[in-house]
T-cell receptor, first 115, second 119 residues
């Protein structure tokens, strides 16, 4: 167990639907990062939150949104789902906003299948 | 823009032999961090080794070492004495936009190298 908890582990849903992926960071970590891993795009950075505030945005679609709550857990919301959104979604956490002290811890991922 | 290149989509190595996985990077930052991760077929991302741009010595962690050549912008992973359990995808990554006082710390990843260890 890495200390980063992602739920659910697997999710199957239909096109056009909306889903929420949840991430609880490792205890003491303030930063949360979301990544998408697909066969054609590889591992893509989506968004970073630090202590409740958005810190950086990557290749995140407008149909996707995220937030970090006061208890530091984070949720990634994916709406109007398309077949191409099928991917493995990772959450990672770090103590600080810059991942210093090489402290990134990854969760085991949520595998999303859109049918 | 910062970029990571892994030119070997797949590699084979005989058990107990050493193998080098290539990684080159492109950045204009003076301070940066380089990482290697292992992803077995089960899917989780496992941290292997880290090299800071100002570290004078190559990083080592057990059977893993990082051959860091700053002038050539390469950060190759060397696995000594390969084991069957080393069969996995290996990703090279760089911390993006990092500098003291900077605001973000996300990683950018290469496409990965699939390593297969033969018995």
């Amino acid at each position: 167990d890495s200390g980063v908890t992602q739920t659910p582990k697997h999710l199957i849903t239909a096109t056009g639907q909306r889903v929420t992926l949840r991430c609880s960071p490792r205890s003491g970590d303030l930063s949360v990062y979301w990544y998408q891993q697909s066969l054609d795009q590889g591992l893509q950075f989506l968004i970073q939150y630090y202590n409740g505030e958005e810190r950086a945005k990557g290749n995140i679609l407008e149909r996707f949104s995220a937030q970090q709550f006061p208890d530091l857990h984070s949720e990634l919301n994916l709406s109007s789902l398309e077949l191409g959104d099928s991917a493995l979604y990772f959450c990672a956490s770090s103590v600080d906003a810059q991942g210093l002290n090489y402290g990134y811890t990854f969760g085991s991922g949520t595998r999303l299948t859109v049918v | 823009a910062q970029k990571i290149t892994q030119t070997q989509p797949g590699m084979f190595v005989q058990e107990k032999e050493a193998v080098t996985l290539d990684c080159t990077y492109d950045t204009s930052d003076q301070s940066y961090g380089l990482f290697w991760y292992k992803q077995p077929s089960s899917g989780e991302m496992i941290f292997l080794i880290y090299q800071g741009s100002y570290d004078e010595q190559n990083a080592t962690e057990g059977r893993y070492s990082l051959n860091f050549q700053k002038a050539r912008k390469s950060a190759n992973l060397v696995i000594s004495a390969s084991q069957l359990g080393d069969s996995a995808m290996y990703f090279c990554a760089m911390r993006e936009g990092w500098n003291y006082g900077g605001s973000q710390g996300n990683l950018i990843f290469g496409k990965g190298t699939k390593l297969s260890v033969k018995p």
